[in-house]
């Protein structure tokens, strides 16, 4: 890594705010607005490659491109970009940044944006969409069994739910949310990933931090 190059990571270092569970949603929201602007260049310069990924399993596991697809925490939009290109032209973007909103507004990959806290429920109504994801975003849910029971409610029998979190997180209590909608028979586990690098560039991550992919089909 170059000297400017370190000098740019510490100033949108992003380990700052990913590893605080419970950030107000006013300093989560200041701290991605501030970073909108250069957030791709960031991420993609040091290998963040989870949105190409997600994008490629929603495909492959046989989601209709007419049925619109729910992207929560979409962010400045790179998954959204990437479905795109495969073809779905109905994606709804939800995040609670507002700048970066904006950003994801610029790449007119989107059918809809709209400004959302995960933690409440969502204002869609029931069967609504294809397919559900919600990629590196749930490090900042509290409300983790809420969210997973409101993507079941909004997403359409046999459609899927695609998720990706942290391997340092991915806790008993998140594994606890996941399990109970197996449990119930409200939604079957098709693919849970071996652990793939989450940012490999980056000083602080590199090989040592990974995520966990995990896909279900919804009954």
């Not at 949603?25 to 957030?39: C, I, P, R």
């Not at 709804?92 to 909103?101: N, Q, T």
């Not at 991915?170 to 990933?193: C, G, I, P, R």
Request: charged content about 25%; aromatic content about 8%; overall charge negative.
């Amino acid at each position: 890594m170059t000297d400017s190059q370190s000098a740019h990571t510490e100033e949108r270092d992003v380990t700052k705010l990913i590893g605080v569970t419970s950030a107000k949603l006013d300093e989560l929201e200041k701290y991605y607005d501030s970073w909108s602007a250069t957030y791709e260049k960031d991420l993609t310069s040091m290998g963040y490659n989870a949105p190409q990924i997600a994008a490629k399993a929603i495909e492959k596991h046989g989601v209709d491109p007419s049925l619109p697809i729910l992207d929560a925490g979409c962010g400045v939009g790179l998954t959204g970009h990437h479905l795109g290109e495969l073809g779905f032209k109905s994606v709804i973007g939800v995040d609670y940044s507002s700048k970066s909103l904006e950003r994801s507004e610029e790449r007119g990959c989107y059918s809809e944006l709209i400004r959302v806290d995960l933690n409440r429920p969502l204002d869609f109504p029931d069967d609504h969409f294809g397919a559900a994801q919600c990629i590196g975003t749930l490090t900042y849910i509290e409300n983790i069994d809420g969210l997973m029971h409101e993507f079941h409610r909004v997403v359409k029998p046999g459609g899927i739910v695609q998720l990706s979190h942290r391997v340092d997180l991915y806790d008993d209590d998140y594994q606890k949310a996941l399990a109970s909608l197996t449990e119930k028979n409200l939604w079957a586990h098709v693919h849970h990933s071996d652990p793939h690098p989450y940012i490999p560039g980056h000083e602080d991550f590199g090989d040592d931090q990974a995520i966990i992919f995990d896909i279900f089909r919804i009954h």
